[in-house]
């Protein structure tokens, strides 16, 4: 995310946030509670299944996609939109 590379880049004049989230787990749990009804103990087996697949595919861990983390590294400004209705990220994220 435009977060995660704002820590990192100290060139970057500012960035606009499009519906920014605080952790990827955190949006997948979200998406998947809207539109399945399951326990949260079946959500928590298939994530944790899914980060096994990201980590041998991709070579990353989906759960240190943390942007809340990243955050306070930033030193460029930052406009933070999100829409009221919105369905795909939340806005408490």
Known sequence: TAVLRASKDGCLAGCVLDSPFRDLRGIAQDLIGQSVPLPQWVIDMGMDMVR???????????DDVLPIRSAPKAK????FG??????????RH
Do not use: M, Q, S, T
């Open 76 to 79: 460029c400004p930052a406009l």
């Open 82 to 91: 999100v829409a009221g209705g919105g369905e795909f990220v939340l806005p």
């Open 52 to 62: 096994l697949e990201v980590r041998k595919r991709a070579g990353f861990d989906p």
